[in-house]
């Protein structure tokens, strides 16, 4: 079955970095726009980043210039590359693949805290 599986989420302080990653079983990944999500307490799930099979990138304005989102296609894995994190960051990020149009899939998240 298809199945988003995320890791690499943890506790930082502000301006440090952190990797995620989101890997995908069950389905053609290459064809999948792979999408990531942050939903902070209290706030609705909000796109941070996401890209294409032929890995066209979108980012969020409060994201642009710090975080870097990444795919291997022979892994079947996204990344999502975060530095110069803020305490406004913090969240539960999720993963999410898009064929389409039609959301196939959410991933259970990972927490993120940054600390100030």
């Known amino acids: 079955q298809v199945q988003l599986v995320e890791s690499g989420g943890g506790l930082v302080q502000a301006g440090g970095s952190l990797r995620l990653s989101c890997a995908a079983s069950?389905?053609?990944?290459?064809?999948?726009?792979m999408g990531w999500f942050r939903q902070a307490p209290g706030k609705q799930r909000e796109l941070v980043a996401d890209?294409?099979?032929?890995?066209?990138?979108n980012y969020a304005d409060a994201v642009k210039g710090r975080f870097t989102i990444s795919r291997d296609n022979a892994k079947n894995t996204v990344y999502l590359q975060m530095n110069s994190l803020k305490p406004e960051d913090t969240g539960v990020y999720y993963c999410?693949?898009?064929?389409?149009?039609?959301?196939?899939?959410w991933g259970q998240g990972t927490q993120v805290t940054v600390s100030s």
């Open positions: 890209i294409t099979g032929s890995s066209s990138t």
């Open positions: 069950g389905i053609i990944f290459k064809i999948h726009t």
């Open positions: 999410n693949a898009v064929y389409n149009n039609n959301v196939i899939m």
